[in-house]
């Protein structure tokens, strides 16, 4: 069992995500870095699709009525006052209180062995803030049940990830044909930066605005995660994990599956550059991360 003694500004549980409902309007919700969530629940043997913490800019103060084994991606950890080291599994003892630090990014991860245990809402435990599905935000006070399980220690080698940096693989269209085609070479050709409004929900950007080739109005369509819609005012929006299901804004391109924690972390005022690839090339590199995730748990 976990106390929560402090939540932080906003941390919440997060499993893989609430599949199968999009046709009655249910976002999927789920890890806004998809990557870090797996590597946090790796490190303790889950399955990536487990039930962990994410935590926003800044971490709890969690008190553990019973021995865990943890971990944390993306943040510092203090087990009562003493700093330890993170990226590896950590063995927290019953009555220890965990401080997890500033997120070195917006977003880190915090898994427990066995999984965060509550009560799944249509088949997930995602917290959806958009919808007001799951647990909702953590508050002081809260409990959260988990499991009596250890595991063998494990370590994460970074030097076996890849690192993006600020650039952003994109597969064009399905609305590219709505915008003009200098808009189409200025969005691949400049970089935008992170606006302090972005959330869970999408990625605002700042940056080039884009110009529509076309005046009437796209009919509602289905959305997916990492699709640039573009409003009228033609500043690109990221959609993340608690978007909607449908929209009504042309999207000019979606970001590939595998650089979707780049957006997910990305600070107010941080850059990022666009570059365009095929659909084959976005598969090829989601492939290539998984790959390297798998090589990275020791």
Known sequence: MI?????????TIQDGG????????????GPADWLSHTLANRLVGNSDA?????????????????????????????????????GRSLIVESGQTVRIGTA????????????????????????????GLGSGRLRAGTEISTVDCRVEPRILNHARLPDRGGIVRVVPGPRADWFTDASVRMFYAKPYTARPDSDRTGMRLAGPLL??????ELPTEGMATGAIQVPPAGAPIVLLANHGTTGGYPVIGVVARADLPVIG??????????????????????????RSVAGSIR
Not at 3 to 11: I, R
Not at 18 to 29: I, K, M, Q, T
Not at 106 to 131: F, K, M, W
């Open 50 to 86: 487990a039930a962990a913490l994410e935590v926003t800019l800044r971490g709890p103060t969690l008190r553990f009525l019973s021995a865990v084994t943890l971990a944390v991606v993306g943040a510092p950890v203090w087990i009562d006052d003493t700093e330890v080291s993170t």
């Open 18 to 29: 609430r599949f199968g409902w999009g046709h009655l309007g249910v976002p999927v919700a």
């Open 104 to 131: 070195t990014g917006v977003r880190a991860y915090v898994a427990v062995a066995g999984g965060l245990q509550i009560e799944p809402t249509l088949g997930s435990r995602a917290t959806d803030t958009l919808a």
């Open 211 to 216: 110009v529509r080739s076309r005046k009437e």
């Open 265 to 290: 972390q990305l600070r107010p005022g941080q850059g990022v550059h666009f570059v365009p690839v095929d659909r084959t090339a976005a598969v090829t590199a989601y492939a290539e991360l998984l």
């Open 3 to 11: 106390e929560v003694v402090e939540p932080g500004p906003l941390t």
